[in-house]
């Protein structure tokens, strides 16, 4: 089923992409190594994300700018690991400026909701 939905992980390179990958998401995000596994099943494109540009920028947008809580950001990706693929500039950025500008939410507000309800 994840080769269906995601053939260019048959190319990926085990070392030097899939396990910075998986070992990022279960020793920094805090997702236990046996629901990875879902997570991937969920949203396998997130393996050919780059982590250095598109995962590990994401995660700091959803801590620092949205104000995701840390605790609900474990959960967060879980429920939704297509998050990780959005693009901070085009996508998550403006829905923020929505939720505070437009909705007069505050960051922390804004950021809880986030976490909570993606």
Known sequence: ??????????????AANLIPKLRYLSEE?????N???????????ILGLSL?????????FLLN???VPVTSL?????EYPSILSLSIKANL????AYLCDSLGMLPQEAGKAIGSNP
């Open 29 to 33: 995000i805090g997702i236990e190594e």
């Open 52 to 60: 250095a540009l598109n995962i590990r920028p994401t995660v700091d």
């Open 74 to 78: 474990k959960r967060l990706i879980e």
């Open 1 to 14: 089923r994840i080769i269906g939905a995601f053939p260019q992980l048959l190319t990926l390179n085990l």
């Open 35 to 45: 629901n990875l596994g879902n997570v991937i099943m969920r949203h396998p494109q």
């Open 93 to 96: 950025r403006l829905k923020l």
């Open 65 to 67: 700018d949205a104000l």
